[in-house]
T-cell receptor, first 117, second 113 residues
Framework: KAGVTQTPRYLIKTRGQQVTLSCSPI?????VSWYQQTPGQGLQFLFEYFSETQRNKGNFPGRFSGRQFSNSRSEMNVSTLELGDSALYLC????????????????FGPGTRLTVL | DQQVKQNSPSLSVQEGRISILNCDYTNSMFDYFLWYKKYPAEGPTFLIS?????DKNEDGRFTVFLNKSAKHLSLHIVPSQPGDSAVYFC????????????FGTGTRLKVLA
């Protein structure tokens, strides 16, 4: 069974540009979550989608947005990039709607390393 | 406000000895906790979880202990192996409503051969 895939793996952008990152969850997983990882900050939750609906959003500015398609693939978009957006962006998928119990654990992709110059 | 804290950014342990990684949380309503391991250039991988109705959960060399009164959980790895060298993240969540995990900042474990 293929794991969570993220494209691209590496990206270099300049301030003010926008970027779109893609995530393909494990087959059969309907929940996709996005996280930002920066040194010293751990994994910060961005948003979670289940069956094309955003169910929760983290404490990030409106420049960060996302969506999920009917095949559960998800994209996140960052507009008007800032230097502080440089980070590893991780996508995770989960089979069930809830967090706990069988099927509730998240499986992460390898991440997209975004560098903003 | 960091609701989940890992106060030790790094830890070194000799191969064969016990590794103990600690995690503190501030919200007493958290009812589900997990540990993830992360190697460089890879996404985190799920290790072990524990529900707040338990105080211990074991899986092979890994045991997680939960002390609800102290709002503290720990991961014990016995015996430690060089392949365990990685960054370990603890995470907490509510099993209903928010659909998200809140992660700590991670502890880098180095197991010395």
């Amino acid at each position: 069974k293929a794991g969570v895939t993220q494209t691209p793996r590496y990206l270099i952008k300049t301030r003010g540009q926008q970027v779109t990152l893609s995530c393909s969850p494990i087959s059969g997983h309907r929940s996709v979550s996005w996280y930002q990882q920066t040194p010293g900050q751990g994994l910060q939750f961005l948003f979670e989608y289940f069956s094309e609906t955003q169910r929760n959003k983290g404490n990030f500015p409106g420049r960060f947005s996302g969506r999920q398609f009917s095949n559960s693939r998800s994209e996140m978009n960052v507009s008007t990039l800032e230097l502080g957006d440089s980070a590893l962006y991780l996508c995770a998928s989960r089979r069930t709607a809830t967090l706990a119990g069988a099927g509730g654990e998240q499986f992460f992709g390898p991440g997209t390393r975004l560098t903003v110059l | 406000d960091q609701q989940v804290k890992q106060n030790s950014p790094s830890l070194s342990v000799q191969e064969g000895r016990i590794s103990i990684l600690n995690c503190d949380y501030t919200n007493s309503m958290f009812d589900y906790f997990l540990w993830y391991k992360k190697y460089p250039a890879e996404g985190p991988t799920f290790l072990i979880s524990i529900s707040s109705i338990k105080d211990k959960n074991e899986d092979g060399r890994f045991t997680v202990f939960l002390n609800k009164s102290a709002k503290h959980l720990s991961l014990h790895i016995v015996p430690s192996q060089p392949g365990d060298s990685a960054v370990y993240f603890c995470a907490a969540s509510f099993t209903s409503g928010t659909y998200k995990y809140i992660f700590g900042t991670g502890t880098r474990l180095k197991v010395l051969a």
